[in-house]
């Protein structure tokens, strides 16, 4: 009989199941919809982080600050490692390229405003010390203390070796889905926020210019409306002599 300390210990193959993309972002969708309770979106304060233990270094959570703008309140070591530095407190889209933020911007605007949830595929170019390397990102809507949907939770999973921080990604991708299954979903569009002038109206090529509006006659001066009654307005003032 092999002695006590040799008894051998059951472990669950899933909880060593290599680190995927799809993987994580499937049990992240899972625990979003465990702590719903049957509600159409959880609250904040119902998401515990030993619930995602398992994908908790590719988690964060997210507080929109402005219309298709959002801070990073809490986020996993993997996201810590991308950018090289703590990520707290920064804007989400900082792991955006340029030329990705906009699009990105109306695609959170949406997960906020349907409410409905979002996923992103993404890919940082190879360059120096910097090779390729592709991610999905996850978003999902919640409410805050107050009842509005203004918090997400999400992930940001890249697959390979990082190479030299900070790594910033491009849009591939995007696909929005209904938080109720066979419910309807918002298009995300651009938000008219900023400063963007309105628009003018269209005028045909060599159109007349418009006349100017007639200026509003100052009360207490008198008008006049011929070139005689003008001229009659004029008056000579002769300069005072002094005293002698």
């Given at each position: 009989?092999?002695?006590?300390?040799?008894?051998?210990?059951?472990?669950?193959?899933?909880?060593?199941?290599?680190?995927?993309?799809?993987?994580?972002?499937?049990?992240?969708?899972?625990?979003?919809?465990?702590?719903?309770?049957?509600?159409?979106?959880?609250?904040?304060?119902?998401?515990?982080?030993?619930?995602?233990?398992?994908?908790?270094?590719?988690?964060?959570?997210?507080?929109?600050?402005?219309?298709?703008?959002?801070?990073?309140?809490?986020?996993?070591?993997?996201?810590?490692?991308?950018?090289?530095?703590?990520?707290?407190?920064?804007?989400?889209?900082?792991?955006?390229?340029?030329?990705?933020?906009?699009?990105?911007?109306?695609v959170l605007e949406?997960?906020?405003?349907?409410?409905?949830?979002?996923?992103?595929?993404?890919?940082?170019?190879?360059?120096?010390?910097?090779?390729?390397?592709?991610?999905?990102?996850?978003?999902?809507?919640?409410?805050?203390?107050?009842?509005?949907?203004?918090?997400?939770?999400?992930?940001?999973?890249?697959?390979?070796?990082?190479?030299?921080?900070?790594?910033?990604?491009?849009?591939?991708?995007?696909?929005?889905?209904?938080?109720?299954?066979?419910?309807?979903?918002?298009?995300?569009?651009?938000?008219?926020?900023?400063?963007?002038?309105?628009?003018?109206?269209?005028?045909p090529r060599g159109?007349?210019?418009?006349?100017?509006?007639?200026?509003?006659?100052?009360?207490?001066?008198?008008?006049?409306?011929?070139?005689?009654?003008?001229?009659?307005?004029?008056?000579?003032?002769?300069?005072?002599?002094?005293?002698?």
């Open positions: 009989m092999p002695p006590q300390d040799a008894m051998g210990r059951i472990v669950r193959l899933q909880d060593y199941e290599t680190c995927t993309p799809d993987r994580v972002l499937r049990e992240m969708r899972e625990y979003w919809d465990g702590i719903r309770k049957g509600r159409a979106i959880p609250a904040r304060s119902d998401v515990d982080p030993r619930g995602i233990a398992r994908t908790l270094d590719y988690a964060f959570i997210l507080e929109r600050i402005a219309p298709g703008a959002g801070r990073l309140r809490l986020a996993g070591r993997h996201l810590i490692d991308l950018m090289g530095m703590e990520v707290r407190g920064m804007p989400v889209c900082a792991f955006l390229n340029t030329s990705s933020r906009g699009r990105f911007s109306d949406s997960v906020f405003k349907a409410p409905q949830m979002a996923r992103l595929t993404l890919q940082g170019k190879p360059d120096y010390g910097r090779p390729q390397l592709n991610a999905q990102m996850l978003l999902l809507p919640l409410r805050s203390d107050l009842g509005d949907v203004t918090r997400a939770l999400g992930c940001l999973v890249a697959e390979g070796d990082t190479g030299i921080a900070p790594r910033r990604f491009d849009i591939l991708a995007d696909e929005v889905m209904p938080i109720i299954e066979g419910g309807t979903t918002v298009k995300p569009s651009p938000s008219a926020i900023g400063f963007a002038e309105g628009r003018a109206d269209f005028k159109a007349l210019p418009d006349k100017p509006a007639a200026e509003k006659p100052l009360r207490g001066f008198p008008q006049a409306e011929t070139p005689e009654e003008r001229r009659a307005l004029f008056r000579v003032i002769q300069p005072r002599q002094p005293d002698a």
